[in-house]
DNA sequence: CCGATTTTGTTCTCACGTTCACAAGCTCCT
DNA sequence: AGGAGCTTGTGAACGTGAGAACAAAATCGG
């Protein structure tokens, strides 16, 4: 059935199901940048004009795509509509994946507002949160709910997504509990690393380490040479990292 | 600027002020661990105790850690105060960075509201839209500025690093905008390949790329057995990407 | 129909990153 | 003091990813 229709290349016995971690996380970008060619009338492209709408050189581009199967044509390019449907379908966007949010503070808030979210891959199917002062708000067309319904609404909606948007605290007791809900897919914003068994995935997303790499260059960039160099300890006040951007569960 | 120069074809060529990048990206992690332990009352760990904490495993962290220097010591461990400071240093979080927000639409309200911002490594100097309806609205203790004073305002607090937290759409302008006013350093949030000079830094921060990945693994999960596998190009109703979770400069 | 031209798919090579494994060095106990 | 026991720092093996380069296919013009 999944068998990529192509003879077979010989010795590495190619593709087989398995797309390098690099390239599957280029897939979303390809994806977003044919969008972007479909949108604005653009029928076929060439590698050289998705490499470039995507922000990568067209031999990676090339290289990425041949895991997915022959979908081009030698001398000719891309069809945009076409490849654009076989990414979405490898990614599996070509349905709807149910997700809950947990942890309504500034951040959840901003999420569970975000009007793309709810069209296109993904549904949110329920915004979560302990603290009582919350449950119950409005926020669009939803409404913020008891992080104690959890088990009930994964059962019920087949959810398989969470986004994790609490302080760091509770953030590992919120993720134990989705896990143990069936949750297998976790994004955690949480400033905090999570521990989660084998066959759960975990991916983060971390504003304060982002800062920190970027300070790291900007640092470069501007001193590089003259910077004081002290290696004894001097007072050390609060360098540390940031709390959290997130909201109200636990405690 | 000393670009990396040396190219030498024999060894790696080893340190020389030359951290590797995916070593950089964990040191915000490992300063974070420090933190913990520290305020936990630790004043020793070793390098097993610390990629517990930082969930790495233990020849990954030591072998980043001998890229700044020998900071620990045989038989021992590392004295977490020391290495926290030395770690700080070499990212630069010993001082502060100004930082301006570009978008003041639900995710940079969040990020403004974000306590934990102001302390610790970045000072947020100012929030900045182009529309007029937000210019002015207090959010804790700033107001929201002009996009047109971005120039003054860089000059003034030498702001070195800038948040894309806009929509698509003005995201290259606003990029545009902040690299000519002197940034080069930029955190983007907007879901576009934004592109800019030599010597400016960018990092891309991007909801809907994270959830398709986990899609992407969620299908293997769960599916991999009974996928209709429809090479035909069907309906295709948008399956697409996020507008974005930004907020109001440009039109 | 054939050759020129274009562009893909793939192979090869090199650079980078991870992990193993162990010598070097430190502390503590006897 | 000397040896036992840890733990770091690092050299070497291994695996993954990136980029250059080119053969294979498709179109197009004559």
Same mark, same amino acid.
């Given at each position: 059935m999944t068998r990529a229709s192509s003879r077979r290349p010989g010795?590495?016995?190619?593709?087989e199901r398995g797309i390098p971690e690099a390239t599957v996380a280029r897939l979303p970008v390809y994806l977003r940048a044919l969008t972007a060619l479909s949108d604005g009338g653009t029928a076929t492209a060439s590698s050289e004009d998705l490499a470039t709408a995507a922000g990568v050189n067209s031999a990676k581009l090339r290289k990425d795509l041949s895991y997915l199967g022959s979908y081009g044509t030698r001398g000719v390019g891309y069809d945009v509509e076409y490849l654009r449907y076989q990414i979405a379908r490898e990614i599996g966007v070509t349905q709807d994946w149910a997700v809950v949010i947990v942890g309504i503070g500034n951040l959840g808030h901003a999420l569970a507002n975000y009007s793309g979210f709810g069209t296109r891959?993904?549904?949110?199917v329920a915004l979560l949160d302990a603290d009582p002062t919350l449950i119950g708000e409005r926020i669009g067309d939803m409404e913020v709910r008891d992080f104690a319904e959890l088990e009930d609404i994964v059962k019920a909606d087949r959810v398989s997504i969470g986004v994790i948007t609490t302080p760091a605290g509770p953030a590992q007791e919120v993720c134990d509990r989705l896990v143990a809900a069936g949750v297998t897919s976790i994004l955690n914003f949480a400033p905090v690393v999570l521990s989660v068994p084998d066959g759960v995935d975990i991916r983060k997303v971390d504003l304060s380490i982002e800062l920190q790499i970027l300070a790291y260059h900007e640092q470069r960039k501007?001193?590089?040479? =003259? $910077?004081?160099?002290?290696?004894e300890l001097p =007072? $050390?006040?609060?360098?540390t990292d940031f709390p959290s951007v997130g909201g109200g569960v636990g405690a």
């Open positions: 010795p590495p016995t190619r593709t891959g993904f549904r949110i501007s001193g590089e040479a =003259a $910077l004081p160099q002290v290696p =007072a $050390l006040n609060g360098l």
